[in-house]
């Protein structure tokens, strides 16, 4: 189920970067389909292990971008990036150690920090880009998912 969409209005102008995003929001969307069939253990720790991988994928893009045209908030971004990957990893950690919350929490974070992440930082660096490329070319994850929040679909926990 899209519990979460990317839209055009997400768009930070690099078909490559708006990919990553969609196949981020494709990963949330599986683990709250995970969490809400109550499985906690296999498909989860897979989950984790996904989101974990991808996420240094699409953050060394993202940096490497920032570099590239000489973003000069590239430093604080880069923070918030590394911030997002120690919480990741303590959460994970809480799940192999058997911490049913763990899971919860890390959806409620992701739910939050992704969409507020795009819209006030990468936004950021759109400015600065020579030529924002068209959202309309950016290729669907293998789940194709599409725009914000869809809220009749959300949990009751959410
Ligand atoms: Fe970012
Ligand atoms: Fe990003």
Redesign the pocket.
Known sequence: MEYIRWSKELSVGVKALDADHKTLIAIINQLCDEVARGNQDVALGEIFSRLMTFTETH?GR?EALMLSIDYPDLEA?CR??RGFVRHLEDLHGRHRDGDLFAALELFDFLNKWLIA?IIE??FGYRPYLEEPEEPSQVPEPESALNAFLVEDGAPSWV
């Open positions: 953050f993202e971004h918030q990036h992440h930082c990468d």
